[in-house]
């Protein structure tokens, strides 16, 4: 059983940068999907950002391609997403999930695709 742990969420200042850790304990890291879900407050959860297994695949939401980076280490187990110019509409619970694929599997948004979830960090951007 694979479990996940967030990191790293904190209040911040709008502009400033935070990254946020997520570290798996169970399971094979290297053979995980990854990926990157908010919700904000009377909000549906919505997707962030995804890597595949190999790493080569990144999807990024619109709202936040080219102000946050996701990337793993499959040594730490673990997953980030680097933040920078935050913004207040990015304040949120940020989870990351993940699942089991193949190789050749491309990342994905669908949250209805990943079997294991941690409880989240919460990041709180005020102006």
């Known amino acids: 059983q694979v479990q996940l742990l967030e990191s790293g969420g904190r209040a911040v200042q709008a502009g400033d940068s935070l990254r946020l850790s997520c570290a798996a304990s169970?399971?094979?890291?290297?053979?995980?999907?990854l990926g990157w879900f908010r919700q904000a407050n009377g909000k549906e959860r919505e997707f962030v950002a995804a890597?595949?297994?190999?790493?080569?695949?990144?999807d990024y939401a619109d709202s936040v391609k080219g102000r946050f980076t996701i990337s793993r280490d499959n040594d730490k187990k673990t997953v980030y997403l680097q933040m920078i110019s935050l913004k207040p509409e990015d304040t949120a619970v940020y989870s990351c999930?993940?699942?089991?694929?193949?190789?050749?599997?491309?990342?994905?948004?669908?949250?209805?695709?990943?079997?294991?979830w941690g409880q989240g960090t919460q990041v709180t951007v005020s102006s």
């Open positions: 890597i595949s297994r190999s790493g080569n695949d990144l």
């Open positions: 999930a993940a699942r089991p694929t193949i190789l050749s599997v491309p990342s994905t948004r669908d949250p209805g695709d990943y079997y294991h």
């Open positions: 169970g399971g094979t890291f290297s053979r995980l999907g």
